[in-house]
């Protein structure tokens, strides 16, 4: 016996040509999940990283002097023998320029020379400072807040200052190669 197309299915009450429609929201509606469970995986892998907009510049810090931000506070990082991978990565983002930036821009106060990049972990632009690679800190909430001054298992991490507290210099030209006075910052 064919079903004719305004007769009504006994069961669920409706007619052939709705009740195809139905299924077909019923396959549109799973699509549209799997295709979100795909996007959101895709952003899971990449967690802990963080982009710049390419702007480097400095803040004061009443204990460190003249140090950098982007965005928030940068560190460097005197490596141990364990590398900063992604539980790393996690605590320590690296600061990347955004897609298609190709080099971070000097703020005032900031060496453009210092500037640079190098390939971080995911094949983005990782910025470096007088050639050393830069991170934020994951508990530090604004730019000249400094709670990463710390050695961790993936090694020292260091502020990076500019001009140490009490100088008046602010050009970023000061040319100490390692923490100054005791301040626990990398001197650049």
């Known amino acids: 016996m064919k079903t004719r197309l305004h007769e009504r299915d006994t069961t669920t009450g409706l007619t052939p ?3 195809g429609r139905a299924h077909l929201g ?5 699509s549209l999940a799997g295709g979100g469970l795909v996007a959101s995986l895709i952003a899971a892998g990449t967690a802990g ?7 480097v510049s400095t803040a004061k ?3 460190y002097g003249t140090i950098l931000v982007s965005g928030n506070t940068v560190y460097t990082l005197k490596a141990s023998k364990v590398p900063c991978r992604a539980n790393c990565l996690k605590t320590w983002p690296e600061v990347l320029l955004p897609a298609g930036v ?5 703020g005032a106060g900031v060496n453009a020379a210092k500037l640079g990049t190098v390939a971080g972990q995911g094949g983005a632009l990782q910025v470096t400072y007088g050639g050393k690679p830069l991170y934020w800190f994951s508990k530090d909430t604004r730019p000249g807040q400094v709670k ?5 298992k993936w ?8 001009a140490k507290a009490g100088t008046s210099s602010n050009s970023g030209s000061n040319s100490g190669s390692g923490a100054g006075s005791g301040s626990g910052g990398a001197g650049f």
């Open 61 to 63: 810090n009443a204990k």
């Open 155 to 162: 090694g020292s991490w260091s502020v990076v200052v500019t």
């Open 17 to 19: 040509r709705a009740a």
């Open 49 to 55: 990283a963080a982009t710049t907009n390419g702007m």
């Open 148 to 152: 990463g001054n710390v050695k961790d």
């Open 102 to 106: 190709m080099a971070a821009t000097a």
């Open 26 to 30: 019923r396959l549109a509606a799973v």
